[in-house]
């Protein structure tokens, strides 16, 4: 699944170890959401969402072939 | 499980695995000196204090080494630490079921090869039923 979590951090001036501290999770899984190799649960992704101030729909994008 | 539990509950839970490593090394030691077996003692405890310093010196460098010191858990890490012990069981399995078959073949009872496998399978078939009425 695609996502905007590295660009939305970016613009924060965040690394990814500030922001796996403010949601909980690893740095490592922060890296993972933007690689797009792990796909979070949905209340992590609330979670990030609500952290960047958009809506899920906002930060994740799910392609056809992700289904 | 959420990386936010307490500060002082996480830190015990650092030194779970290590702990437990120092514990079987005594173990080990133990038993081999019980049965004289100083070298084996030796070698035993040396293998499992050396497995519980590479977990203490390398957990922060390396996230394979933390998963296995149970060190900051979250969702993804979990998730990656049940695959992890679902490969091992499948391997456990194939092995068992292998022994099982190849006493069978020499004409010998399955015997703690065969207890494993009734074990395991009771356990999957219970556990299958309680996590689909759970979940």
């Known amino acids: 699944m695609r996502s905007d979590v590295r660009e939305l951090r970016a613009a924060e001036g965040l690394s990814q170890q500030a922001l796996g501290q403010a949601l909980g999770v690893s740095r490592q899984t922060i890296n993972a959401i933007e690689q797009g190799r792990y796909d979070p649960s949905l209340p992590l992704a609330i979670r990030m969402a ?10 994740f994008h799910v392609d056809d072939e992700d289904r | 499980m959420s990386m936010t539990r307490t500060g002082e509950t ?16 005594a173990a080990y030691a133990a038993v081999f000196l019980a ?24 957990s922060r460098r390396s996230e394979a080494v933390a998963l296995l010191r149970e060190d900051e858990r ?5 998730m990656i630490t049940t695959r992890a012990a679902a490969t091992t069981l499948y391997a456990l399995v194939l092995l068992a079921l ?9 004409g010998l009872e399955p015997g703690p090869w065969g207890v494993i496998c009734g074990v395991g399978g009771l356990t999957f078939i219970v556990a299958t039923v309680y996590h689909s009425r759970r979940y």
């Not at chain 2, 996480?10 to 090394?25: D, T």
């Not at chain 2, 040396?46 to 010196?57: G, N, P, R, S």
């Not at chain 2, 292998?98 to 020499?106: N, S, Y």
């Open chain 2, 74 to 78: 979250d969702e993804r890490r979990s």
């Open chain 2, 98 to 106: 292998t022994m099982v078959f190849v006493q069978l073949a020499r």
């Open chain 2, 35 to 58: 049965h004289d077996r100083p070298l084996a003692a030796t070698i035993g405890a040396a293998i499992m204090l050396a497995y519980a310093a590479v977990l203490v010196v390398f």
């Open chain 1, 50 to 59: 609500r952290y960047f101030g958009r809506t899920v729909e906002e930060v």
């Open chain 2, 10 to 25: 996480a830190s015990k839970r650092r030194w779970l695995v290590p702990g437990l490593c120092v514990v079987i090394a």
